[in-house]
């Protein structure tokens, strides 16, 4: 190990990167080989510069279209304005940065994006091969990039006057990460990348093979023993290898320095590569890396440095010092974020005076250097009610402190990123959690109904805090524990909290709340909850509910066409929100809901008016809220006109908002259905299934329109009718702007406590959560009960598939993942897989289990369906019906393996389509287990999908 490297590294660990101003950044592209991806390095580097930058992944994010099916960095690839648009308006980014992949806009999409005043920056990183087909498209950009100067004249040739020169490097996190090195990766020369269709490169290894100690890694070398490495062994094989040979020539015969060069000597190791001019820009030869010309030059000059180290050192030391004094990323955005900035000083870019004025004008705008904040709660799962939190929350930590970058732990960041134009990562990994922890200033937990015992025992109880817990007030517990770790502050904000009977619940919910910095909760039962167990008074805050803090004048409400026409044509509009609710009879409720509609429009005829119903769900799936509603709607008469206005069950909030302004009046079951609506003056009848419900009608003096769930048809009639016609009293508007200045008020003690937090000088490095994981024997988890064993797979129909080492083929102990690959699946494919599940304790057991498919197709319905057996049982599901999770709970006597197959088979013939492997990509997964005093027989229940026996 040389130490002057090493003391270098950890220097570099304590260097903060600063040009002196900050933008908002949205970054566009996707990192095809994972966390060590130059665009995984790109977009850390805009970080670790202290700008606000939004990643949009575009393996995640559907924002493409692709008319030409571009791939491997070959354009034009174009990003739809209108599939970005929503998160261009909560983002509102300074500059946009389109990473590669052929990635570009429409003319037309472009100018849209321009004159919002919006900077738009394109990098190619696979020039000049890709030159010819990204020529005609990157004009649209203010600034082009390029990583090879043999393109530069091509460009100019082509008539862009755009395009610079942005050559390859590394970041500081891909330098400075901790990563131990591993004996089996030693070698006096490696060589990595891929050598498919590439002769020169396996001639000059394969030479070398036969003199030294070599390894190769990638795809087509012919040296056995060949491997693909990413992630960590990426960086293990880097550190395993002495000389690291680099072959300059591209596939396309241009000879062009490529990125391997300073992945190489920024792990410390010397780098031999083909001698040419370009490359001196960058390195010394015989200096700080080496030359060659042919094999019997190379060969000479590594068997010179392996027989003299300290020539060898010297050398690895000085291209290492290059590296981190000029050719890390960091240092590539400075140069390019200056010409930016400088757009009209120099000859470098051509911009016309109206746009480089509009320019100037956007970038003159500089934010505080990035301080990120974490909040963490039921984000992005589909549910209004929580999106409405998110939104009160980050937006006032936002106004107190413009430093502030709120990164959101949710349960689907696609979707968070996507509406609110907030960073967001998975809350269920912990192990991403653990990465995104060590670079915040401060953890928020809320809001919403987070600390109770109804899921306790289900989500695994007390050990389910220091198991990886995913749910409960354990699974939200192990994030912020985290952060306390490191004196990261932790605060609570607008929670709910209650019931909480189980006695280890109850210490639980102490011990968080006595890691919290300050606490602030939703109503004062949750409060004197909290002082019972006890909680420090002085940390803590009772205000409403965070969502009377949401600044409804920045939302422009969208009022559906449906409810325009039916307001135009007189009707009386009631809105209907209804939810699940497991511990009530829902048909009996619906149908008591019809028969009150029924009969309001009975009266309201005798008056010569007519009633409508507009569904407001707040909860997205077809299980959900929606059908609920639907229990109701089709068993009204067709006198009563309803109308849905949602997109399967999911509303936005102006689309919400705009819905509202067409309603008279409102029948809600949810919290935050009632207390929006009250909100924006329109009045609510309630059906109260929980304590919190009833609490909301009498904070807002509607106490007699709290009514029961059991509420006879009659009552609720009732209510409707003088909401309808007596509308929301002075008193409870009164009392509502006065809830929402109180909820302002409480919300701003947690987020000012943030604002005056220090920022955390925060480094990014390269995430953990993708390095390749230690080999071991894997065994059963015990906190689990059961376990999948001895599982193979088998098709039918797929000749083309091959099944040993594929990846979408997995069998683990806890989980079955298969998917059929083909891209117009045809009738009687089949793939399967079929093993068996083992109990660890072999007893009466009850086993729960998850299928999980995100697909839904309505196009695709009675095509492609799912068998899952488990022992006698069978499920069947049409796959294309919903994306939403099945959940299955099996009962045994525990007595012997329980045989269990899962399949997708093809019913009848299919369209032609990529993404027919990701939508029949189907997981099995077993989420706990619990003894059963007895168990005569087997039992399989499911929350959706058909069951029988087998046989």
Same mark, same amino acid.
């Given at each position: 190990m040389n130490q002057n490297i090493e003391r270098l590294r950890r220097e570099l660990q304590d260097k903060i990167f600063d040009q002196g101003f900050h933008w908002k950044i949205l970054f566009i592209g996707t990192s095809v080989n994972g966390t060590t991806d130059i665009v995984s390095s790109l977009s850390r580097s805009l970080r670790n510069l202290g700008h606000h930058v939004l990643d949009l992944d575009t393996s995640r994010h559907r924002v493409l279209e692709n008319p030409l099916r571009r791939q491997g960095g070959m354009g034009p690839v174009y990003v739809s304005y209108d599939k970005i648009k929503q998160t261009v308006d909560a983002f509102e980014p300074q500059v946009i940065v389109c990473c590669a992949g052929g990635l570009t806009f429409t003319e037309e999409d472009a100018q849209k994006l321009k004159d919002r005043g919006i900077v738009l920056v394109g990098i190619t990183l696979s020039d000049p091969d890709v030159f010819p087909s990204i020529r005609d498209h990157q004009h649209v950009f203010d600034v082009h990039t390029t990583n090879a100067t043999a393109a530069m004249p091509m460009y100019r040739e082509a008539g862009m006057h755009n395009t610079v020169y942005f050559p390859f490097g590394i970041d500081r996190g891909f330098v400075t990460q901790e990563i131990p090195e591993d004996p089996a990766f030693e070698a006096d020369v490696i060589c990595l990348g891929h050598a498919t269709n590439r002769p020169d490169r396996n001639e000059m290894m394969v030479a070398l093979d036969r003199k030294f100690d070599v390894k190769t890694y990638g795809r087509g070398w012919e040296i056995p023993d060949s491997i693909t490495v990413g992630g960590q062994e990426m960086v293990q094989a880097l550190k395993g290898g002495k000389i690291h040979v680099n072959f300059p020539l591209t596939r396309a015969g241009f000879i062009n320095i490529k990125c391997g060069v300073f992945e190489s000597a920024g792990q410390g190791r010397m780098v031999a590569t083909g001698r040419f001019e370009e490359m001196e820009q960058f390195f010394t030869y015989g200096e700080e890396i080496i030359g060659y010309e042919d094999e019997e030059d190379l060969s000479r000059q590594i068997e010179y440095y392996l027989a003299n180290p300290e020539e060898y050192e010297r050398v690895a030391e000085n291209g290492f010092r290059r590296i981190i004094n000029d050719h890390l990323y960091e240092?590539?955005?400075?140069?390019?974020?200056?010409?930016?900035?400088? %757009? +009209? =000083?120099?000859?470098?870019?051509?911009?016309?005076?109206? !746009? $480089?004025?509009?320019?100037?004008?956007?970038?003159? @705008? #500089?934010?505080?250097?990035?301080?990120?904040?974490?909040?963490?709660?039921?984000?992005?799962?589909?549910? %209004? +009610? =929580?999106?409405?939190?998110?939104?009160?929350?980050?937006? !006032? $930590?936002?106004?107190?402190?413009?430093?502030?970058? @709120? #990164?959101?732990?949710?349960?689907?960041?696609?979707?968070?990123?996507?509406?609110?134009?907030?960073?967001?990562?998975?809350?269920?990994?912990?192990?991403?959690?653990?990465?995104?922890?060590?670079?915040?200033?401060?953890?928020?937990?809320?809001?919403?109904?987070?600390?109770?015992?109804?899921?306790?025992?289900?989500?695994?109880?007390?050990?389910?805090?220091?198991?990886?817990?995913?749910?409960?007030?354990?699974?939200?517990?192990?994030?912020?524990?985290?952060?306390?770790?490191?004196?990261?502050?932790?605060?609570?904000?607008?929670?709910?909290?209650?019931?909480?009977?189980?006695?280890?619940?109850?210490?639980?919910?102490?011990?968080?709340?006595?890691?919290?910095?300050?606490?602030?909760?939703r109503d004062p039962e949750s409060a004197d909850l909290l002082r019972s167990l006890p909680v420090d008074e002085e940390r803590l805050t009772v205000g409403p509910d965070s969502v009377y803090a949401i600044d409804l004048d920045e939302v422009e409400p969208q009022v559906p066409d449906e409810v325009r026409r039916l307001r135009?044509?007189?009707?009386?509009?009631?809105?209907?929100?209804?939810?699940?609710?497991?511990?009530?009879?829902?048909?009996?409720?619906?149908?008591?809901?019809?028969?009150?509609?029924?009969?309001?429009?009975?009266?309201?005829?005798?008056?010569?008016?007519?009633?409508?119903?507009?569904?407001?769900?707040?909860?997205?799936?077809?299980?959900?809220?929606?059908?609920?509603i639907g229990q109701v709607t089709r068993r009204l008469p067709k006198s009563i006109p309803s109308v849905f206005v949602d997109r399967q069950g999911e509303l936005s909030l102006a689309e919400y908002l705009g819905a509202l302004e067409g309603c008279h009046a409102v029948l809600a079951m949810r919290l935050h259905a009632g207390l929006i609506a009250h909100r924006v003056g329109v009045p609510v009848v309630g059906l109260c299934y929980d304590p919190k419900v009833y609490r909301h009608f009498a904070e807002v003096d509607r106490v007699d329109d709290g009514l029961d769930l059991t509420a006879a048809s009659s009552q609720i009639s009732e209510r409707l009718r003088l909401?309808?016609?007596?509308?929301?009293?002075?008193?409870?508007?009164?009392?509502?702007?006065?809830?929402?200045?109180?909820?302002?008020?409480?919300?701003?003690?947690?987020?000012?406590?943030?604002?005056?937090?220090?920022?955390?000088p925060a480094v990014y490095e390269v995430p953990a959560e993708n390095e390749a994981p230690v080999r071991r024997r894997a065994v059963p988890r015990t906190d689990v009960g059961a376990y999948f064993q001895g599982f193979t797979a088998s098709q039918q129909g797929l000749d083309d598939m091959k099944l040993p080492g594929n990846p979408h083929l997995r069998a683990g102990l806890q989980r079955i993942d298969l998917a059929l690959e083909s891209e117009m699946p045809k009738a009687g494919m089949t793939i399967s897989q079929s093993g068996r599940m083992e109990l660890v304790d072999r007893r009466a057991t009850s086993v729960d289990l998850v299928i999980h498919s995100r697909w839904h197709n309505p196009r695709a319905i009675g095509r492609v369906y799912l068998e899952v057996r488990i022992g006698s049982k069978i499920l069947r599901q049409d796959l294309a019906v919903s994306g939403e999770p099945i959940e299955l709970n099996f009962r045994t006597s525990g007595d012997g393996s329980i045989p269990v197959e899962v399949k997708v088979s093809v019913e009848a013939d299919t369209f032609k389509a990529r993404s027919w492997t990701p939508a029949t990509t189907v997981g099995l997964e077993i989420t706990g287990s619990r003894r059963l005093a007895s168990a005569k027989e087997e039992l399989l229940i499911a929350s959706r999908g058909d069951v029988r026996s087998a046989g």
């Open positions: 240092h590539r955005w400075m140069y390019l974020l200056d010409i930016l900035r400088d %757009l +009209g =000083d120099g000859p470098d870019v051509e911009v016309g005076p109206e !746009r $480089l004025a509009q320019i100037k004008e956007t970038l003159s @705008v #500089s934010y505080p250097r990035a301080k990120k904040v974490i909040l963490s709660g039921f984000y992005g799962a589909r549910n %209004l +009610g =929580d999106e409405m939190i998110l939104r009160s929350i980050s937006s !006032r $930590l936002r106004e107190a402190d413009p430093a502030i970058q @709120v #990164s959101v732990a949710a349960e689907s960041p696609t979707r968070v990123e996507a509406a609110h134009g907030l960073q967001a990562f998975d809350r269920k990994s912990h192990t991403i959690a653990g990465y995104q922890v060590k670079s915040a200033s401060a953890v928020l937990l809320g809001g919403g109904g987070l600390w109770h015992d109804y899921t306790f025992e289900r989500g695994g109880g007390l050990p389910a805090l220091f198991t990886g817990g995913t749910i409960s007030m354990a699974g939200f517990g192990i994030l912020p524990m985290m952060g306390k770790v490191l004196d990261i502050p932790f605060h609570v904000v607008g929670l709910g909290v209650g019931p909480l009977t189980d006695p280890y619940a109850r210490r639980t919910v102490k011990f968080l709340a006595s890691q919290a910095d300050s606490i602030y909760v135009e044509e007189g009707y009386t509009v009631v809105g209907l929100n209804l939810r699940p609710w497991a511990q009530e009879d829902m048909l009996a409720v619906a149908l008591r809901v019809r028969d009150a509609l029924v009969d309001l429009a009975a009266q309201l005829a005798e008056r010569g008016e007519k009633l409508a119903v507009v569904a407001l769900p707040m909860q997205a799936g077809d299980r959900m809220d929606r059908g609920a909401a309808v016609t007596d509308g929301l009293s002075e008193r409870s508007q009164e009392l509502v702007r006065d809830h929402a200045r109180d909820a302002r008020a409480a919300l701003d003690i947690s987020v000012q406590a943030v604002a005056a937090t220090p920022a955390v």
